[in-house]
T-cell receptor, first 111, second 111 residues
Framework: NAGVTQTPKFQVLKTGQSMTLQCAQDMNHEYMSWYRQDPGMGLRLIHYSVGAGITDQGEVPNGYNVSRSTTEDFPLRLLSAAPSQTSVYFC??????????FGPGTRLTVT | EDKVVQSPLSLVVHEGDTVTLNCSYEVTNFRSLLWYKQEKKAPTFLFMLTSSGIEKKSGRLSSILDKKELFSILNITATQTGDSAVYLCAVETDSWGKLQFGAGTQVVVTP
C-alpha cells in the first residue's frame, strides 16, 4: 500500500493563478479531508468528503474547491491564488478506529 | 465554536527529563481525542482516547483523558533528542472523523 500520496511536494504560484493539488489513497477509505497548516496554528480543516460524490466545507473553505468522483482521489483546487494561501497543505484519509493517515504534504508559496 | 487549546506552546528540556503536555477542549460533540507527533513532515498517530481515566501507554509515552474536566495530558518520560517534535492534540467531532486541532506544543530536547 502506498497509503496517502500528494503531488506536488512544492509549488510556487503567482497571485491570481490557479492550480490543483492532487491527493490519492489506496486504502479504500470513505472519509478524506484537506487541511492547511500555518505557523503556530495547528491544522485547520478546509474541505472534507464522506464518500464519492459527497463533499462539505470545513473551517476555512474560502478560495478552495473540491470534488470527489472516485473513492481514491480527492483533489483540492485553488481558484485564484492569494498570498494568504501560502501554507503547507495536508491531505488525510480515515481508517478504522478513528485513525487518520496523512499524506506527506504540499508546501505552497504564493507571491 | 469548537476549540482545542494546548499548553505550553513550546518548551526546552534536557535529555532524561520528563515532559507533560496539556490539551483542553470545548466542543459540541466529542467522540475521541487523538495525539499526533509531527517532525517537519506529516503528523504521525500516537494515541486515541475515548474513555476517562484509562491510561494509554506506548514505550516512554503515555496519555490520559478526563472527560469531566475536558482535558488530556501526554507524558514523555526519560526524554531523548528523537522526541523533539511538535505534538498535536485533536478532537474528533463527528462520526466521520472530522478533527479540530490545537495549535501544537513544540518540544525541543537538548543533549
Amino acid at each position: 500500500n502506498a497509503g496517502v500520496t500528494q503531488t506536488p511536494k512544492f509549488q510556487v504560484l503567482k497571485t491570481g493563478q490557479s492550480m490543483t493539488l492532487q491527493c490519492a489513497q489506496d486504502m479504500n477509505h470513505e472519509y478524506m479531508s484537506w487541511y492547511r497548516q500555518d505557523p503556530g496554528m495547528g491544522l485547520r480543516l478546509i474541505h472534507y468528503s464522506v464518500g464519492a460524490g459527497i463533499t462539505d466545507q470545513g473551517e476555512v473553505p474560502n478560495g478552495y474547491n473540491v470534488s470527489r468522483s472516485t473513492t481514491e482521489d480527492f483533489p483540492l483546487r485553488l481558484l485564484s491564488a492569494a498570498p494568504s494561501q501560502t501554507s503547507v497543505y495536508f491531505c488525510a484519509s480515515r481508517g478504522d478506529y478513528s485513525r487518520q493517515y496523512f499524506g506527506p504534504g504540499t508546501r505552497l508559496t504564493v507571491t | 465554536e469548537d476549540k482545542v487549546v494546548q499548553s505550553p506552546l513550546s518548551l526546552v528540556v534536557h535529555e532524561g527529563d520528563t515532559v507533560t503536555l496539556n490539551c483542553s477542549y470545548e466542543v459540541t460533540n466529542f467522540r475521541s481525542l487523538l495525539w499526533y507527533k509531527q517532525e517537519k513532515k506529516a503528523p504521525t498517530f500516537l494515541f486515541m482516547l475515548t474513555s476517562s481515566g484509562i491510561e494509554k501507554k506506548s514505550g516512554r509515552l503515555s496519555s490520559i483523558l478526563d472527560k469531566k474536566e475536558l482535558f488530556s495530558i501526554l507524558n514523555i518520560t526519560a526524554t531523548q533528542t528523537g522526541d523533539s517534535a511538535v505534538y498535536l492534540c485533536a478532537v474528533e467531532t463527528d462520526s466521520w472523523g472530522k478533527l479540530q486541532f490545537g495549535a501544537g506544543t513544540q518540544v525541543v530536547v537538548t543533549p
